[in-house]
């Protein structure tokens, strides 16, 4: 195994950013997006940072780019590829300019995370982060950790701090973009405690493109229909929830994995196709909140897959199965990650 890291107090400027050493070469690619349709081909994986991004490409191809600067309120994934090069989030649409592709957020202490308001607490973004590269002959992985601050933006009061890490896989046999989404939260030692809560769908969150409205199909690991919680809004517990729909002129399907070292796995999805397609990881905070003290942080991890074309049940297990064994290897490596425990 070859493993590559970098440390840095501020963004590299574009003709320093990283490239992948894959069996020994250095590949470098080509930052133009490849004609969707096409997927390339290769082993090969490059994390770069490009003005206020961090930008993931898969053999020559974008998988993703996530906005870490210069953001409003909060860092989130603002585009997420499929292997043949179809984005399928949406960033900020008119209905919800909150809506933020793929975006984490809670309240804190009575302070709204979610939305975007004068009101509203603010991720702000350290000036450091790292990113480092994995291969192996069964894997690639690019991973990029930021710090942010949790803030009151009246009072400046620093409420939580967070620990994000973002990791793009690919792995042996699978035509599938896979990223790993893990937030370590910690109290600041002058809050001694802060509580989580929020509404039914605070969580990790993700909104789809418009063409995925209305049109797809949510499915789990329990084949459990959940609950109506209103009007089109489901909410069910399952390890894993995906959603089959079409995306312009393609099928696609995207899944969520809950991590079982979660608190109260497995999760609470909450589930919308109509009058858009919205899909949350969640602690069911709307129910009972979750408190945290400077003794206790918590760490949350989840899986996000995505294919082109209609995948069924038993295949998504199959991907969510293997995305937990490099879990566990993982905690084999870093005995550290194994703080949580399960309410």
């Known amino acids: 195994m070859m493993k590559t890291t970098i440390h840095s107090r501020s963004a590299m400027p574009l003709r320093q950013c990283l490239f992948l050493l894959w069996m020994g070469i250095i590949a470098v690619m080509s930052p133009d997006r490849l004609v969707c349709g096409q997927e390339p081909t290769g082993n090969s994986l490059e994390i770069r940072t490009e003005e206020d991004y961090f930008s993931a490409y898969i053999n020559g191809q974008m998988a993703l780019r996530y906005k870490y600067k210069q953001v409003p309120f909060k860092p989130y994934i603002k585009e997420l590829y499929t292997p043949l090069g179809l984005n399928i989030l949406l960033d900020s649409p008119s209905d919800h300019v909150h809506h933020r592709g793929v975006m984490f ?19 702000v973004h350290e000036e450091n982060f790292s990113v480092s590269t994995v291969s192996d002959e069964n ?40 990223l790993t989404w893990e937030s370590k939260l910690a109290v600041p030692t002058a809050k001694k405690k802060v509580t989580l809560f929020g509404s039914h769908y605070d969580g990790l969150g993700m909104r789809f493109i ?43 399907t995207v899944a969520m994995f809950d991590d079982p070292a979660n608190v109260r796995y497995p999760a609470t999805w909450f589930t919308m196709a109509k009058p858009f397609a919205y899909l949350s990881a969640t602690m069911s905070l709307h129910t009972q909140a979750q408190e945290l003290s400077c003794e206790k942080p918590i760490t949350l991890r989840y899986g996000i897959a995505l294919w082109d074309g209609k995948i069924d049940s038993k295949q998504i297990e199959s991907l969510y199965q293997r995305w937990l064994e490099t879990l566990k290897t993982d905690q084999k490596k870093d005995p550290q990650n194994k703080e949580n425990s399960n309410d």
């Not at 957020?105 to 991720?123: L, P, R, Y």
């Not at 994000?164 to 699978?174: D, E, L, T």
Request: glycine share 8%; proline share 1%; net charge negative.
């Open 139 to 178: 894997e690639l992985r690019g991973t990029f950790s930021d710090t942010l601050n949790w803030v009151d933006p009246k009072t400046d009061e620093l409420l939580l701090n967070e620990k994000r890490c973002v990791s793009v896989q690919r792995i042996k046999g699978v035509r599938a973009t896979l």
């Open 210 to 252: 418009r063409s995925m409205d209305g049109n797809g199909i949510f499915l789990n690991a329990d084949e459990n229909q959940g609950e109506i919680f209103r009007g089109e809004e489901r909410l069910v517990r399952s390890s894993w929830c995906a959603y089959t729909a079409r995306a312009g002129e393609k099928e696609i």
């Open 105 to 123: 957020a809670v309240v804190v202490d009575n302070i709204g995370f979610w939305e975007e308001t004068d009101t509203s607490g603010k991720q």
